[in-house]
């Protein structure tokens, strides 16, 4: 187990090695691509400040806690787009156009060839807007981490970037069975931004669809409520169950899949 761990990771960094070398050869779009997800987290961030210059608290919660939990959000979610990106054009393109046979073909495990293929830098906006955000909270007073609330900060981020591999995983291994699963799974995707709300906001029916049956409340919301003071230390271990559940469930999926998948093309 330890020599085929250590073969992946030797693989996995000639891989990327590759894919940023034939990036580089077009650096305009690589930062164009930067600048724009950059902008597009100043957007959202300036949706909450434009919403409170009218009102002066969302159901109880103020301006300050709300920018904690977008940027809570943000990390996880920026943790899996740098990562797993390539996932989107198996649910997109390489079911249905045939692209997947080269993974087949390949002595090695297919879901590491799917993620090993591309990162995506542009992630990088996220991972930088969510840490400057919650690196704000900390130090205006927001929240304040101890030892052990930072372990499990760092634990829960890892746990949330799974429940979005995962969720993002299970649609897209509907591709398999549909040929093309990409809307299916830019309609679960966009739930995500629920998330970054107090769900107390929504109708009942919308909470119980983003806390049980595709879970993004679990990855900022609700691991929030614990580092604002507002719930149990427990919260976090629920939202490991949870990704562990999910995982194994698209996993199976995904494996299911391709044991399940015909070449096509055009």
Same mark, same amino acid.
């Given at each position: 187990?330890?020599?085929?761990?250590?073969?992946?990771?030797? !693989?996995?960094? =000639?891989? &990327? *090695?590759?894919?940023?070398?034939?990036?580089?050869?077009?650096? @305009?779009?690589?930062?164009? %691509?930067?600048?724009?997800?950059?902008?597009?987290?100043?957007?959202?961030?300036?949706?909450?400040?434009?919403?409170?210059?009218?009102?002066?608290?969302?159901?109880?919660?103020?301006?300050?806690?709300?920018?904690?939990?977008?940027?809570?959000?943000?990390?996880?979610?920026?943790?899996?787009?740098?990562?797993?990106?390539?996932?989107?054009?198996?649910?997109?393109?390489?079911?249905?156009?045939?692209?997947?046979?080269?993974?087949?073909?390949?002595?090695?495990?297919?879901?590491?060839?799917?993620?090993?293929?591309?990162?995506?830098?542009?992630?990088?906006?996220?991972?930088?807007?969510?840490?400057?955000?919650?690196?704000?909270? !900390?130090?205006? =007073?927001? &929240? *304040?981490?101890?030892?052990?609330?930072?372990?499990?900060?760092? @634990?829960?981020?890892?746990? %949330?970037?799974?429940?979005?591999?995962?969720?993002?995983?299970?649609?897209?291994?509907?591709?398999?069975?549909?040929?093309?699963?990409?809307?299916?799974?830019?309609?679960?995707?966009?739930?995500?931004?629920?998330?970054?709300?107090?769900?107390?906001?929504?109708?009942?029916?919308?909470?119980?669809?983003?806390?049980?049956?595709?879970?993004?409340?679990?990855?900022?919301?609700?691991?929030?409520?614990?580092?604002?003071?507002?719930?149990?230390?427990?919260?976090?271990?629920?939202?490991?169950?949870?990704?562990?559940?999910?995982?194994?469930?698209?996993?199976?999926?995904?494996?299911?899949?391709?044991?399940?998948?015909?070449?096509?093309?055009?």
């Amino acid at each position: 187990m330890r020599k085929k761990i250590k073969k992946y990771f030797r !693989l996995y960094k =000639g891989l &990327v *090695s590759q894919f940023f070398k034939a990036m580089m050869q077009s650096k @305009v779009d690589f930062l164009m %691509g930067l600048a724009g997800f950059f902008f597009t987290q100043i957007l959202g961030l300036s949706f909450l400040f434009l919403v409170f210059r009218q009102i002066p608290s969302l159901n109880g919660w103020s301006l300050e806690q709300l920018v904690f939990i977008y940027g809570l959000a943000q990390i996880p979610r920026g943790i899996d787009h740098l990562f797993t990106d390539n996932i989107w054009l198996v649910a997109y393109r390489y079911v249905i156009n045939g692209d997947f046979d080269r993974y087949m073909l390949r002595p090695m495990n297919i879901f590491f060839q799917v993620i090993s293929e591309k990162l995506q830098p542009d992630a990088v906006g996220e991972l930088a807007m969510g840490t400057v955000l919650v690196v704000r909270a !900390l130090v205006i =007073g927001v &929240v *304040s981490f101890d030892v052990p609330q930072i372990i499990l900060f760092i @634990v829960s981020m890892f746990a %949330g970037a799974l429940i979005y591999t995962s969720i993002k995983l299970f649609f897209a291994s509907l591709a398999f069975w549909l040929k093309q699963s990409g809307p299916f799974l830019q309609l679960a995707y966009e739930m995500a931004d629920f998330a970054k709300y107090p769900i107390e906001i929504y109708h009942k029916s919308i909470r119980f669809i983003i806390t049980w049956i595709i879970p993004f409340a679990f990855v900022a919301y609700l691991p929030a409520l614990y580092f604002l003071d507002k719930g149990p230390w427990y919260i976090v271990l629920i939202e490991c169950g949870i990704a562990f559940v999910l995982w194994v469930i698209s996993y199976g999926t995904f494996k299911r899949g391709t044991m399940v998948y015909e070449s096509a093309g055009n």
